[in-house]
């Protein structure tokens, strides 16, 4: 079922191009999202933290720029498509503090990091590599677990309103990726026929629902 | 009249804790404000640019930390007395738009540099060293310039508008300045004795003055 490598061929594949341009915008976008929470922060030390995370998405985003550029993609060409979709969704889901901030890189950095880890091992070796190392370290989701932990400990209150905000967030983001996905047709073929079949893509939807269920029960959240 | 090494000493001096709590903050607001700046950027391709010069605020940023923790000193507790100035600063002079952004980085980081790289000749060597590093590179310079000189040879209106913004960010950070220079005592007690006297202290203001006065004349603008 994995494994199919359908990118291994020496000219760039659409496929490729789209899903690293839509990784390569949600690096910017992540960065400019951290940064802007990093506002929100209680303290200068925790700003501080949220700002250095922000800095590595750049690191990343540099090299998927990269790569697309030796691949002869435009990178601004190839990022353009996700601009409407994602900045809807940000809109949408504008944090009021520093918990919905957290909460929210925490639910969708993980959902995106599964998600790519798995159409990943659909790719041909250079570009799999590439994608695993972009992945956001684990950093990052222990810091933001921490925070959202010690909230709850100190008001229980606290996890029933960031259950409710988890599940907004959850249902905004998979109405703008089914807007992509019918949108981004080269790469919706490469996770079809990478996953096998219909049933694989089902599948895969299973494995990143548990997941997500799994890292909520983790902090205190209900799915 | 340079080069009194007034912090050469085993314990940390507070004045050196004062300059690099100083730069510490400021790099750290150096990287809110550009990549805010950045969602005012005309395209993918600029915006891309000021997120990739933020960050390297943030790596400068742990240098310095870095080196407060290694004097023994609170790296937060160091930062926290600039943080109501710089903050009033901001508030005051948000930009209306790319340009303004851009000339408002353009101006400050001018005379930020200039005033640091005078200050870094009173510190003892490693402490000079650092600072001189993590001024600011040219590229940034270079690239608002770039903007601000395109922008006016298209309307040449514009730089009327640009010379008042810039009047007014230099008459704004003045009055900040001139506040910190009251309450952080050790810092100004080494510029003194640094400058020699009076006398000294109004010479280093007078270059300051003719370096940002050719700044502005070197990009169309008038001081």
Known sequence: MYGALVSDVSEPSPAVVELLG??????????????????????LRRRAVLCEMAAVEIINYRRLV?????????????????????????????PKDWLEAL??????????????REVATFLAQVDRDLVLEVLHDSQY??????????????????????SMWARRLVGEGLTQAQRMAGERIALTILIVEGSGDQAGV??????????????????????
Do not use: C
């Open 141 to 162: 989701e222990d810091f933001a677990a921490t925070e959202i932990r010690a909230a709850i400990a100190a008001d229980p209150k606290v996890a029933n309103r960031l």
């Open 103 to 116: 909460t929210k890189a925490y639910v969708w950095d993980g959902i995106a990091d599964d998600f790519f």
């Open 66 to 94: 990269g790569r697309l550029s030796e691949l002869g993609a435009d990178p601004e060409e190839a990022m353009t498509p996700y601009v409407a979709a994602l900045q809807e969704y940000h809109e949408l889901t504008e």
């Open 22 to 43: 839509m990784i390569a915008y949600a690096e910017l976008l992540a960065f400019d999202r951290m940064a802007a929470d990093a506002r929100l922060a209680p303290d």
């Open 202 to 223: 089902q599948a895969l939807l299973k494995r990143l629902t548990a997941a997500h269920t799994a890292r909520m029960a983790a902090v205190g959240l209900n799915n």
